[in-house]
């Protein structure tokens, strides 16, 4: 049988959103075994402490306050540069005020990835969900006429560690700028510029490249390289306030009367990933 079709919850979206969502850097798979997640965890830890490749260069860049205040004006000329806490002046750990300022960039460029992916896949899964099997033992995916915070509660919890287990190592192959082909983001690495995986990919096995794995965007002009970095931050924030109005409105009845007439009440927890299944206390 078919599975129900909520097409009041993409034309809610539709309005939430108003834009196109730009999804660079996207995680195209999950790994289907633990064997690429323990030889890519083992090949991350490894490349910490590999030294950088011979022969290549990346440019420094470092971003002050002043930085931050022009790159306002250009994403929001109305709203313009907006730091009531004043973090842009801050010094985190000692590090100095443009290693902070690179951390916060690169914090709100992950954020932002992350919740459009959050939202994209709100609404496929509250239409949608995939024929197959999710398990080996034949069990369905979750069905579509569960809000998706219930379907991720239904996920088994052995796959939920899976993908937490590829998460980490996406986050220590950016964090040891894969293997040092790029410097750490608060020592002049481009804000959200993922690191290939060359060195992966050389000594472990073949894996493609998260941004533009085929090399189209190699003759990409300059003027279109920063159009399409300002639209992914205006994009990213957007999603940011879009899938926690669908959060709200599911656990909080009224909290957002745009969505009032499609939230479903959700009993459950959000911000506990493993509700029910595990937990530290």
């Known amino acids: 049988s078919q599975p129900k079709v909520r097409y009041p919850r993409i034309s809610a979206a539709l309005e939430l ?8 850097n996207k995680i195209k798979s999950i790994p289907p075994t633990m064997k690429t997640v323990i030889l890519a965890s083992l090949a991350a830890s490894a490349a910490a402490f590999a030294p950088p490749q011979i022969g290549r260069s990346v440019a420094a860049i470092s971003e002050s306050k002043a930085d931050l205040e022009s790159l306002a004006s250009g994403l929001n000329p109305t709203l313009k540069f907006y730091d009531p806490l004043n973090l842009s002046e801050q010094d985190f750990w000692g590090k100095g ?4 300022i690179g951390w916060l960039r690169q914090s709100e460029i992950k954020h932002g990835r992350i ?4 939202f994209v896949g709100y609404i496929v899964q509250s239409n949608f969900v995939f024929p197959w099997a999710q398990t080996l033992d034949g069990a369905p995916h979750p069905s579509a006429d569960l809000v998706p915070e219930a379907q991720w509660d239904a996920v088994p919890a052995g796959a939920k560690w899976q993908i937490f287990a590829v998460i980490s190592m996406l986050e220590l192959w950016d964090e040891c700028g894969g293997g040092g082909a790029f410097p750490h983001y608060t020592k002049g690495r481009q804000p959200g510029k993922y690191p290939p995986f060359t060195l992966f990919r ?5 894996v493609l490249d998260l941004y533009d794995p085929f ?9 279109t390289k920063e159009r399409r970095l300002k639209a992914e931050l205006n994009n ?4 940011q306030l879009s899938i926690f109005a669908f959060l709200c409105a599911d656990k909080i009845p009224g909290s957002v009367p745009l969505l009032n007439d499609i939230a479903i009440p959700y009993s459950g927890d959000p911000m506990v990933p493993f509700e029910g299944q595990f937990s530290y206390f």
């Not at 090399?215 to 003027?223: C, P, R, T, V």
């Open 17 to 24: 959103s108003r834009d196109s969502f730009c999804l660079n």
């Open 97 to 100: 005020n443009e290693a902070t």
């Open 115 to 118: 919740a459009m992916f959050a």
């Open 202 to 206: 050389d000594n472990v096995h073949f």
């Open 215 to 223: 090399g189209f965007n190699k003759n990409m002009s300059e003027a």
């Open 236 to 239: 990213g924030r957007l999603a």
